[in-house]
Nanobody
């Protein structure tokens, strides 16, 4: 599975951005779609996750970010509202896909989000 992310950019504090990530290849029926972010020098942080079973958010983004997916289009999106300077990071999409035998792990190329006035 190959992932292509888009939608990053520069936005003022309080603004909004929408990230999208589209997969090529078979994502099968059992999958987990995630958004991570990373600030230089820090570990990659799980921001939001969506699967058939649940939707989860990091405490720092709950109530401001919304993850959604369109499995037919093999796309996961992250709507980010009320952005703060501390949301500035490179955002990565990640798909975990179960093919019936094993899980595979795919990453997008990362998209920069900068929140600054």
């Amino acid at each position: 599975v190959q992932l292509q992310a888009s939608g990053g950019g520069l936005v003022q504090p309080g603004g909004s951005l929408r990230l999208s990530c589209t997969a090529s290849g078979n994502i099968f029926r059992r999958n987990i779609m995630n958004w991570y972010r990373q600030i230089p020098g820090n570990q990659r942080e799980l921001v939001a996750s969506i699967s058939d079973m649940s939707t989860k958010y990091a405490d720092s983004v709950r109530g401001r970010f919304t993850i959604s997916r369109d499995t037919a289009k093999k796309t996961v999106s992250l709507q980010m509202n009320t952005l703060k300077p501390e949301d500035t990071a490179v955002y990565y999409c990640n798909f975990l896909v179960f093919d019936g035998t094993s899980w595979s792990d795919s990453w997008g190329q990362g998209t920069q989000v900068t929140v600054s006035s």
